[in-house]
T-cell receptor, first 113, second 115 residues
């Protein structure tokens, strides 16, 4: 079993839809939870970061963490064609393991006008 | 501010050839790492470094060597290329130590094909 499992998609939604992206993880030692967005032919870039259970909002994006269920989600409201990208969840432990991220497989999202 | 720069962008190798993928960052980041990205596999950590002179293995280190002689540079060497090493390689860097919430900054990747 992989340490991080991500719904592979792909997802195709109309503009304006609410998008839900999900990951589960197996190691309860994981403490920090991130979502990266990757456009075609580019490197991933950090979208959201959180280290506690609950919700964190940033504009149209909401990251949700449920440590008891080992489940993380990213919600995109009012999705736009510019949101079309691959979304990767990334998780790491604490202490000196900074930077050693474990990534999900990625979900390809297409938002069509 | 260039960020993380990877060269070359594309490379084709024959089985058994060796080469070095270059990575440089200008953000004075202590931590640097190499990932490979394959379809359906996400990003997998190859090697990482927490500072000049210190390197360690990640999840998939076999067939690769690294060194870190300066803070800025972290080259990845393929010793004897194999078709299984066909992939997109990403270099990433971040602040380390107490900067536990420092995000990883990625380069734009090197697309390697081994025939």
């Amino acid at each position: 079993q992989k340490e991080v499992e991500q719904d592979p998609g792909p997802l195709s939604v109309p503009e304006g839809a609410i998008v839900s992206l999900n990951c589960t993880y197996s190691n309860s030692a994981f403490q920090y939870f991130m979502w990266y967005r990757q456009y075609s032919r580019k490197g991933p870039e950090l979208l959201m970061y959180t280290y506690s259970s609950g919700n964190k909002e940033d504009g149209r994006f909401t990251a949700q963490v449920d440590k008891s269920s080992k489940y993380i989600s990213l919600f995109i409201r009012d999705s736009q064609p510019s949101d079309s990208a691959t979304y990767l969840c990334a998780i790491r432990g604490g202490g000196t393991s900074y930077g050693k991220l474990t990534f999900g497989q990625g979900t390809i999202l297409t938002v069509h006008p | 501010n260039a960020g993380v720069t990877q060269t070359p962008k594309f490379q084709v190798l024959k089985t058994g050839q060796s080469m070095t993928l270059q990575c440089a960052q200008d953000m004075n980041h202590e931590y640097m790492s190499w990932y490979r990205q394959d379809p359906g596999m996400g990003l997998r950590l190859i090697h990482y470094s927490v500072g000049a002179g210190i390197t360690d293995q990640g999840e998939v280190p076999n067939g690769y060597n690294v060194s870190r002689s300066t803070t800025e540079d972290f080259p990845l060497r393929l010793l004897s290329a194999a078709p299984s090493q066909t992939s997109v390689y990403f270099c990433a860097s971040s602040y380390g130590g107490s900067h536990y919430n420092s995000p990883l900054h990625f380069g734009n990747g090197t697309r390697l094909t081994v025939t």
